[in-house]
Each structure stands twice: as structure tokens, then as C-alpha cells.
């Protein structure tokens, strides 16, 4: 069993940077796969990045692509979402998701709602036009 917590979020103006934080705890977070969704008012939550387990490949959206860039520390059991020229669209509840991958599936990044087994509360990104 882990917990996830994410923070970071908040209200900036277009063209700013927000770094989002998803600190784990409860076990080992270097067994895990991580991914960051979003979900505006009135939509389905979408994927934005994923880091595989063992941190060698990472997954991004198209539309996030060049401006979001997504990195784990292990040590502090924390991956991070460097969201840098942020737009409106941007606007949204951030969640990180977790699950175990079997070790063979190491390298892989999950892009799939339905793969990942925790999340957290989310947190709020409000881009300003």
C-alpha cells in the first residue's frame, strides 16, 4: 500500500511555471510507476506524463510536450511535474497515479487511467490568460 500526496499547485498567470510535487509514502517508491493526469471541469481525466519504474523512460502528451517535463528522486520518494509556459488549457486538477509493475515490465510507462492501482487528491493548477 502507498499514499500519495501532491502539492505545488496554484494560481499563476499564462506563460509562468508551477513544479508539482508527488511524495509517497508507505513503501518503497522506486518500485513504482508514476503518472500525472488531469481533469478539467465538465472532462475526463486525461494522461499528461508518466516515468517508468526504473526511471529511464518517460511519456509525454502531445499537447504537453516541450514545456512539461516529468523526474522522480527516489531517495526523497518524490516525483516532480516542471510545468513551464503554462497556458489556460493548462487549467486543472493535477492527480499522480502509482502502481507496481512486474519487474519485467521495468521500463515501461503507463499511459491508461485504469493501470494505475493509487492516487492521490490532486491539486489545482489555474492558469490566468
Known amino acids: 500500500q502507498v499514499q500519495l500526496v501532491e502539492s505545488g499547485g496554484g494560481l499563476v498567470q499564462a506563460g509562468g511555471s508551477l513544479r508539482l510535487s508527488c511524495t509517497a509514502s508507505?513503501?518503497?517508491?522506486?518500485?513504482?510507476?508514476v503518472g500525472w493526469f488531469r481533469q478539467a471541469p465538465e472532462k475526463e481525466r486525461q494522461f499528461v506524463t508518466g516515468?517508468?519504474?526504473?526511471?529511464?523512460?518517460?511519456s509525454y502528451a502531445d499537447s504537453v510536450k516541450g514545456r512539461f517535463t516529468i523526474s522522480r528522486d527516489n531517495v526523497k520518494n518524490t516525483v516532480f511535474l516542471q510545468m513551464n509556459s503554462l497556458k489556460p488549457e493548462d487549467t486543472a486538477a493535477y492527480y499522480c497515479?502509482?502502481?507496481?509493475?512486474?519487474?519485467?515490465?521495468?521500463?515501461?510507462?503507463?499511459?491508461?487511467?485504469?493501470?494505475?492501482?493509487?492516487w492521490g487528491q490532486g491539486t489545482q493548477v489555474t492558469v490566468s490568460s
Open positions: 497515479g502509482a502502481l507496481t509493475p512486474l519487474f519485467m515490465r521495468r521500463s515501461y510507462v503507463y499511459t491508461e487511467e485504469s493501470a494505475y492501482e493509487y
Open positions: 508507505g513503501r518503497t517508491f522506486s518500485t513504482y510507476a
Open positions: 516515468i517508468a519504474r526504473s526511471g529511464d523512460r518517460t
